[in-house]
């Protein structure tokens, strides 16, 4: 693995945490959910069982960013724990297809809200997600170390905003405890309780994704073994009061009863807070969680690729640093040139419906290398916390399985693509070791 040098600190691995756990889904996903539930109390419970299954795939993740403190994530435990041939399938998945995807779902999800901002015509609305797209890339090329700083600010002013706007809700008087009541009982109107929940259950995994990318730029991260583990748990615990606060805020400013849709929900919530203005003061803190998210991914995606050509997986010159920035520049371009291709095709919403049954499995799959380590795990959650981890990461695949199975199954035939993609990469597979650090 050719030598990076550790230029972020931890408010940057926290951001990444935070950054696409909290994005787009924090003005949609609660009131959603909260509309379909029909009942504070289940809505609370579901954000906290997620929570807790956050928590025990972050001390797993922890363990494992520690004894291979490696940019590159899931990509490099799958590798050591399973060998080259299923880490290749995954980051063929991940960086290849699903966060080329995710990127173009955030940029064109921003859209909107930026026409709400600034006075811009239909063809400018268009042309912001490939603008967007661009800025970032730009943001990332020009140094870790910059493009670190201004990710870890945009996600603070982020949280800032969240937390003021809370804070708003119940110092200008308009939250109101009795919109809450009765916590337990559901209103009427509500979804049949099972497909509810399930649904739920699907939609908070959803908002919660994304806390793992830290472990991709682990091997850029200062202090990995403090760091890292602060990282991950507090950012979990950060994302977890984020949602509930504002699921708490939304409901006892607006009703459930009054709820109508996702999306005129933020127009709704705005309105009653901030009056005439309101549109525009929620659009601008919907952006401000898109730039957040987006800054995040196009830091951490990139290293997958990168990780892969340095380990022989994938053509080499995506695994060069730039001499003088330290970036993984070549993987950083290939990353937006996928993103801007997805967006041209206007294939997001296939590619992210045909992945995300393939992501959970990868998931609960890295936890699972955990059992496969030379070194044995020693500490008080093992091994409890990667049961319940990969168990929670089976019951939302069989959830995904049951809602909507055809896509599922073509994306496990994507992802299957992936053995005769590196049967031409890698006629001869040659793996550079990694060294790892025990803990």
Same mark, same amino acid.
């Given at each position: 693995?050719?030598?990076?040098?550790?230029?972020?600190?931890?408010?940057?691995?926290?951001?990444?945490?935070?950054?696409?756990?909290?994005?787009?889904?924090?003005?949609?996903?609660?009131?959603?959910?909260?509309?379909?539930?029909?009942?504070?109390?289940?809505?609370?419970?579901?954000?906290?069982?997620?929570?807790?299954?956050?928590?025990?795939?972050?001390?797993?993740?922890?363990?494992?960013?520690?004894?291979?403190?490696?940019?590159?994530?899931?990509?490099?435990?799958?590798?050591?724990?399973?060998?080259?041939?299923?880490?290749?399938?995954?980051?063929?998945?991940?960086?290849?297809?699903?966060?080329?995807?995710?990127?173009? +779902?955030?940029?064109? *999800?921003? !859209?909107?809200?930026? $026409?709400?901002? =600034?006075?811009? %015509?239909?063809?400018?609305? /268009?042309?912001?997600?490939?603008?967007?797209?661009?800025?970032?890339?730009?943001?990332?090329?020009?140094?870790?170390?910059?493009?670190?700083?201004?990710?870890?600010?945009?996600?603070?002013?982020?949280?800032?905003?969240?937390?003021?706007?809370?804070?708003?809700?119940?110092?200008?008087?308009?939250?109101?405890?009795?919109?809450?009541?009765?916590?337990?009982?559901?209103?009427?109107?509500?979804?049949?309780?099972?497909?509810?929940?399930?649904?739920?259950?699907?939609?908070?995994?959803?908002?919660?994704?994304?806390?793992?990318?830290?472990?991709?730029?682990?091997?850029?991260?200062?202090?990995?073994?403090?760091?890292?583990?602060? +990282?991950?748990?507090? *950012?979990? !615990?950060?994302?977890? $009061?984020?949602? =509930?606060?504002? %699921?708490?805020?939304?409901? /006892?400013?607006?009703?459930?009863?009054?709820?109508?849709?996702?999306?005129?929900?933020?127009?709704?919530?705005?309105?009653?807070?901030?009056?005439?203005?309101?549109?525009?003061?929620?659009?601008?803190?919907?952006?401000?969680?898109?730039?957040?998210?987006?800054?995040?991914?196009?830091?951490?995606?990139?290293?997958?690729?990168?990780?892969?050509?340095?380990?022989?997986?994938?053509?080499?010159?995506?695994?060069?640093?730039?001499?003088?920035?330290?970036?993984?520049?070549?993987?950083?371009?290939?990353?937006?040139?996928?993103?801007?291709?997805?967006?041209?095709?206007?294939?997001?919403?296939?590619?992210?419906?045909?992945?995300?049954?393939?992501?959970?499995?990868?998931?609960?799959?890295? $936890?699972?290398? =955990?059992?496969?380590?030379?070194?044995?795990?020693?500490?008080?959650?093992?091994?409890?916390?990667?049961?319940?981890?990969?168990?929670?990461?089976?019951?939302?695949?069989?959830?995904?399985?049951?809602?909507?199975?055809?896509?599922?199954?073509?994306?496990?035939?994507?992802?299957?693509?992936?053995?005769?993609?590196?049967?031409?990469?890698?006629?001869?597979?040659?793996?550079?070791?990694?060294?790892?650090?025990?803990?």
């Amino acid at each position: 693995m050719a030598n990076q040098s550790r230029q972020l600190g931890l408010a940057a691995a926290v951001a990444v945490v935070t950054g696409e756990s909290i994005a787009l889904g924090i003005f949609l996903t609660p009131a959603a959910m909260a509309k379909s539930l029909g009942s504070p109390m289940l809505l609370g419970l579901i954000w906290l069982g997620m929570a807790f299954m956050a928590m025990c795939g972050a001390l797993c993740y922890s363990e494992l960013a520690i004894r291979f403190p490696e940019s590159g994530g899931e990509y490099v435990y799958l590798r050591e724990g399973y060998g080259e041939q299923l880490a290749f399938l995954y980051g063929w998945m991940s960086s290849i297809v699903m966060y080329p995807g995710v990127a173009a +779902a955030l940029a064109v *999800g921003a !859209a909107p809200y930026l $026409a709400q901002v =600034l006075p811009l %015509s239909p063809q400018a609305v /268009s042309i912001a997600p490939f603008v967007i797209l661009g800025l970032f890339c730009g943001i990332n090329l020009l140094g870790t170390r910059l493009s670190g700083a201004i990710m870890s600010f945009a996600n603070m002013l982020k949280l800032a905003v969240l937390f003021s706007l809370v804070g708003w809700a119940v110092v200008s008087g308009h939250a109101h405890i009795y919109n809450l009541l009765p916590l337990t009982p559901r209103r009427p109107g509500s979804d049949a309780i099972v497909p509810a929940i399930a649904g739920g259950i699907i939609s908070a995994f959803f908002s919660f994704g994304g806390w793992w990318e830290a472990s991709k730029i682990a091997g850029e991260v200062r202090n990995p073994r403090r760091n890292l583990p602060l +990282a991950f748990l507090g *950012g979990v !615990a950060i994302v977890t $009061a984020v949602y =509930l606060l504002i %699921s708490a805020a939304f409901l /006892s400013v607006l009703p459930i009863e009054q709820l109508t849709s996702n999306t005129a929900f933020v127009a709704q919530f705005g309105g009653v807070l901030f009056g005439s203005a309101g549109a525009r003061v929620l659009s601008i803190c919907v952006l401000l969680c898109v730039c957040g998210g987006i800054a995040a991914l196009t830091m951490a995606a990139p290293r997958v690729c990168y990780a892969m050509a340095q380990s022989g997986a994938f053509f080499p010159a995506f695994g060069k640093l730039h001499p003088r920035l330290g970036t993984p520049i070549n993987a950083i371009l290939l990353q937006t040139a996928l993103s801007l291709g997805v967006l041209l095709l206007g294939a997001f919403d296939r590619v992210l419906a045909y992945i995300i049954f393939s992501a959970v499995v990868f998931l609960a799959l890295t $936890a699972t290398t =955990l059992f496969r380590t030379k070194e044995p795990v020693r500490g008080w959650w093992f091994p409890m916390a990667p049961i319940l981890f990969i168990a929670c990461c089976a019951v939302i695949a069989l959830l995904i399985l049951m809602h909507d199975p055809l896509p599922a199954l073509a994306g496990v035939g994507i992802v299957l693509c992936g053995i005769p993609l590196r049967r031409f990469l890698m006629p001869r597979p040659a793996v550079v070791p990694l060294t790892s650090e025990r803990g």
